[in-house]
């Protein structure tokens, strides 16, 4: 359906998940790995994530948004599908860039899993201390 049509395009990281956000003209719908975002995200929560930029610019009903999403867990994946729609909607004026920029919606969150270090059992986990 959307092959043919030209479209917007984001890429968004957060944690261990990317995500490749298309934006082109519609109604609103957003499709996320094939399936609704109603279907593929259970909490409210991660919904108003993944919506907050398109309802910051007022434009929640002029966008059809779909999405390949791959890595992480839920919230990594709605963190990095708002960070590559705003990426996307930069694309559609210069006017949306100071609106987007002052929300933090284009900051990528470098905040990662920390290592696993040799000799320990974790990231800073000690193996068990023996006396004897």
Do not use: C, W
Request: proline share 3%; hydrophobic share 35%.
């Amino acid at each position: 359906m959307y092959e043919t049509k030209s479209y917007f395009y984001g890429t968004g990281r957060r944690k261990h998940s990317v995500a490749r956000v298309r934006v082109y003209a519609g109604t609103g719908k957003i499709t996320i790995n094939d399936r609704d975002i109603d279907n593929y995200f259970g909490l409210e929560t991660l919904k108003l994530i993944v919506r907050s930029p398109l309802a910051l610019l007022g434009v929640e009903e002029k966008y059809d948004i779909v999405v390949r999403v791959n890595g992480g867990g839920i919230a990594g994946q709605a963190g990095a599908i708002r960070h590559g729609l705003s990426r996307a909607l930069l694309q559609s004026g210069d006017d949306v860039r100071p609106i987007l920029k002052k929300a933090g919606f284009l900051t990528r969150d470098p905040r990662m899993k920390e290592r696993k270090k040799y000799g320990l059992k974790g990231a800073r986990r000690a193996p068990q201390f023996s006396k004897r």
